[in-house]
């Protein structure tokens, strides 16, 4: 009776994340890949080194180098569990990002999905902070400078940048008060509101019935969660893990010379996943590049959801077979014309030089934002009259031209730029440089 009862609590915890019964459509691992359950995992996993990881660090400018260097060297399996907490940070943002565009190219960010929509909206910016803050902590060469290069940016959002900027750092410069206040944010901030938000997210997803699947699943049968779902999580669950392992025994954390304040690598690169923001940073006016794009990309993913579907498309991969094309041949295009126009601006385009006098936000910044709009809407009437599209398919098409145009410009930042941030080619970087990726 007593293995009977237990067996029954465990079932009735399940179901507080899984419907009882779900389609056999819902199973196939290319329906999600996968991808929110390996979020879980490595959020789990970040919870258990990140834990064993305060035993040994010191989060002090004068004790926090050392005490990683001691940690590598002197404690059993330290290294180890620093990989293991560097990469499960890294591969979170990867999955996570993934995961988010899984939702949106099968639909699943509007209607009674919309809320859930932002809960992932604020948990990715989570993961985000949580990488950003925990950058700084080892307190090297490459730490500091990436931090220095991010927290500068803040600069340049009008009226409240410096202020931003002054309370991040708690101070003047990178110092003591930055450690503290990064590590504060790392360890108990970030955390809190994951505590808070993850739990919000599956239950919203149970609340809608659990994944998204096609409108039309008429005769299609549904199984119980209970074993078919859960066995299959497990599985997932089982080879990230192996995969997160195997990853950081191939490969170690980078860990440079301890910080200098008073030498300055170069070239001296944001961290990886923020290398994009960095080369916005090479082509538009500053307080166009750090804030007014990233404002307009974040405003246009909160209101996402409120875009009107002509027909139910949710659970369909990129809306329809016209959309699947038109999104191959939007990443196609992207992937021409983001280069070229990268090498462009670069070398031969300079409209300050061809109208030198007006200000520098004009000519560097509003003129190529207007520009970049007006192309924009151009490419979006040209792929719906060319393909007989819909407006979602059409937005689809405009969204994925901007996503792969960053992937490059994030690529560009990372592996294309050398001394003094000029365009190299990857062959030509140094160790140094190459390390400032991970």
Known sequence: MTSVHAKNKNKGFIYHLHPPRVSQNALKYTHTWGLGGSALVLVLMQIVTGVLLLFVYSPT???AYLSITVL???VLFGRLVRNLHHWGGNFLIFVIFFHMLRVFFTGAYNGKRKANWWIGLGLFLCVLISNFTGYLLPLDQLSYWAITICTNMFEYIPYIGTMIQKIIIGGAEIGKATLSNFFAIHVALVPMCLAILMPFHFWQVRKAKGVISPADTKGVQKVPSVPHLVTRE???ALAVIAALFLFSVLF????????NPGLSPNPTKAPWYFSGLQELLQHFHPSIAVFVIPFLIVLGLICLPYLKFEKATGGIWFLSENGRRMGVVSATIALVFAPM????DEYVLNISRLLPGLPTVLANGLIPVVL???FLIGFYQSMKRKYAASAEEGIQAVFIF???SFVVLTITGIWF???GMALAWPWDLTVNQINSIK
């Open 61 to 63: 400018p004068e004790a």
């Open 72 to 74: 590598q060297q002197d």
């Open 234 to 236: 497990a599985a997932m």
């Open 252 to 259: 170690n954390a980078p860990l440079e010379d301890k910080a």
């Open 341 to 344: 126009m990268i090498v462009l």
């Open 372 to 374: 970049t709009m007006i």
């Open 402 to 404: 901007l996503l792969v």
């Open 417 to 419: 730029r050398g001394l």
